[in-house]
């Protein structure tokens, strides 16, 4: 409500409803106190009538009157109504009533609200019901008066809100007369003026966008939850006693979103909701935005370097993320209500589409680079950050959670479905050339063996989650053929063959193997060894004498080695030709012969 009340001949804005909601939700009407409702309806009447602007048109003091036939008392002071002056005051030439300052209108709808909880407090302690009749009227009179005297002096909006005003107040006092066919009709013209209210000036262009939103709240709340409720019992009073009915005034959705300029506005599906383009702000930006997109696309055609097109591209989403987040902060302020959370929503989707945007052209960048890329532990980091965007992806809030009534089956969402499958993917390929990288680089054998089996894994899950996606999945085919070219099997071959031939020649990271086993344990095993012994030699007492002999044996020149030889050859029974033929052929079957060097 106004502190500081026009003077000006222009037309006065009041607004009415949204002053009488925060006045009864601060003074206990809500939870039925209407005691102390009264008593600031009280006082706001004092504040209202000593404004130095209008105390001489409210102060009822005889003073101030010029008609003082009413004054009770013959002092200067005394009360003296002032109703014949001030709300009758019509001008000579016109006809119409004067209404010289707002506060004129706004004692007048205290009045009218004082009267209404004092009604409601006589009616709460169980009072006479011609008392509670009584001030009923006075309520609906007092409101008739402000309608009257709002007629020429006020804006259109505010004139629509007096009309609503007092058919409510007029509603009131038929429901307690039990005239219920006017009390509907009443009801339903205030339920029919407060739709109308709720749809005014809501094109979200102006710069009080959110207190558009709050006022749309505020009367779509007032018709639905006081007006429609009394209207609905008044249905069944006239329903029981066999009186016609009528029809319910249901909001006009179809108006209330309807665009401010046909033909100018567009709109963008994501995740499943329509995201509908309404700031000119971020329409500029989103155009601006395709137009980079062609110029990028034509330098890729020509083979030039876009990376200019690619940065002011981001820079233009990054724009665009700055505008739908002022947006939301200015929302965040205001009270929450459908038409608020509904508009909250549609913001948050726009946050999330175009987060999803700049991470796709990051991704689609970063892909780029493998292209000219040859090493596996170079790929593994750029498959990393492709990971990690994936996950950013699958990472934005669902679009259900930005509203707080929620359904116990969800249908699911094709984005989140097309992100998992990209995530298995990456992993997939991920996981493949870090099994490379450890084969070729530190020759863990183990550890790439297990990778390349993780590789296998996912690769077939990810193949079924493409496979499960609509066809709408970008780059479906491409991934599909990615993923069954990759040559797993023939890896899986190398690293288990190269583990063979680890073992087969004691061979692991480039060392020999050591063993705390003596060689007498390990005669039959095929390895390398370095312990010969379970003991270190020790030193034994020998006579010269041995050494003579030894070394006699040693440096004997005659036929010793011929006659060892013979004995050798005597004693060595030679293979038959076909035995020795079967023998090669059997022993050298298979790769794994040949890499032994046994074939």
Not at 317 to 325: K, N
Not at 587 to 596: E, P, V
């Amino acid at each position: 409500m106004a502190e500081n009340p026009q003077k000006e001949s222009t037309p006065f804005h009041m607004d009415l409803h949204g002053w009488i909601e925060s006045q009864q939700t601060a003074h206990g009407v809500r939870l039925d106190d209407y005691a102390q409702y009264h008593a600031y309806c009280t006082r706001r009447l004092s504040r209202l009538a000593h404004h130095p602007d209008a105390k001489k048109y409210l102060v009822c003091s005889s003073k101030f009157a010029a008609d003082k036939s009413t004054a009770k008392g013959k002092g200067r002071h005394a009360f003296c109504s002032r109703q014949s002056d001030t709300f009758n005051n019509k001008n000579e030439e016109t006809g119409e009533l004067e209404v010289p300052h707002s506060s004129i209108l706004w004692y007048l709808l205290v009045l009218a609200e004082r009267a209404w909880a004092h009604a409601n407090l006589l009616q709460k302690q169980k009072s006479k019901r011609q008392n509670v009749l009584r001030k009923l009227k006075k309520a609906q009179g007092w409101a008739l008066k402000l309608l009257e005297m709002a007629k020429d002096h006020t804006d259109e909006v505010t004139y629509e809100e007096c009309r609503a005003y007092a058919r409510w107040m007029t509603a009131n006092f038929a429901l307690e007369k039990f005239d219920y066919q006017k009390a509907s009709k009443a009801y339903a013209d205030a339920m029919s003026l407060c739709y109308h209210l709720s749809q005014q000036n809501t094109n979200g262009e102006s710069e009080d966008a959110a207190k558009e939103l709050e006022r749309q709240d505020l009367f779509v709340n007032r018709a639905d939850t006081v007006l429609k409720p009394l209207f609905r019992y008044c249905q069944y009073e006239l329903k029981q006693a066999g009186l016609p009915t009528m029809d319910e005034p249901r909001l006009n959705a179809s108006a209330n979103s309807a665009p401010a300029n046909e033909g100018e506005e567009t709109s963008i599906v994501f995740r499943g909701h329509e995201l509908v383009l309404e700031s000119k702000e971020l329409r500029v930006l989103l155009l601006k935005y395709q137009s980079m997109q062609q110029d990028e696309q034509q330098a890729n055609e020509e083979k030039r370097d876009g990376e200019a097109s690619f940065l002011n591209a981001l820079s233009v989403l990054d724009d665009a993320l700055e505008v739908v987040q002022g947006a939301l902060s200015t929302l965040e302020q205001a009270n929450t209500g459908p038409a608020v959370q509904a508009k909250r929503k549609q913001q948050l989707l726009w946050k999330g589409y175009l987060q999803s945007e700049k991470t796709k052209r990051v991704m689609e960048h970063t892909q780029e680079l493998l292209t000219g890329i040859d090493g596996h532990a170079e790929r593994v980091h750029v498959y990393d950050a492709l990971l990690q965007h994936a996950q950013s992806l699958l990472n934005l809030p669902h679009p259900n959670q930005y509203t707080e009534t929620s359904t116990d089956e969800e249908e699911e969402d094709e984005f989140a479905l097309q992100g998992q499958a990209n995530v298995l993917r990456l992993r997939a390929l991920k996981t493949y050339h870090m099994a490379w990288y450890y084969y070729e680089k530190p020759r863990k054998y183990e550890a790439a063996l297990a990778m390349i089996q993780q590789s296998k894994k996912l690769c077939k899950r990810a193949q079924e989650e493409i496979a499960a996606c609509d066809e709408d999945m970008p780059h479906a085919d491409e991934y599909m053929n990615e993923l069954e070219d990759l040559p797993i099997s023939s890896t899986f071959a190398a690293i288990q063959a190269a583990m063979y031939l680890q073992t087969k020649h004691g061979r692991n990271s480039g060392g020999r193997i050591e063993t705390d086993r003596p060689l007498l344990l390990r005669l039959q095993e095929e390895d390398s060894g370095t312990v010969l012994a379970e003991l270190t030699p020790m030193p034994m007492p020998c006579k010269p004498a041995f050494f003579d002999l030894a070394y006699g044996h040693a440096m004997d020149s005659t036929e010793s080695v011929e006659k060892i030889q013979a004995y050798v050859d005597m004693h060595t029974v030679k293979p038959d030709i076909d035995e020795a033929e079967s023998t090669a052929s059997s022993s050298g079957g298979g790769i794994f012969g040949w890499l032994t060097g046994s074939s």
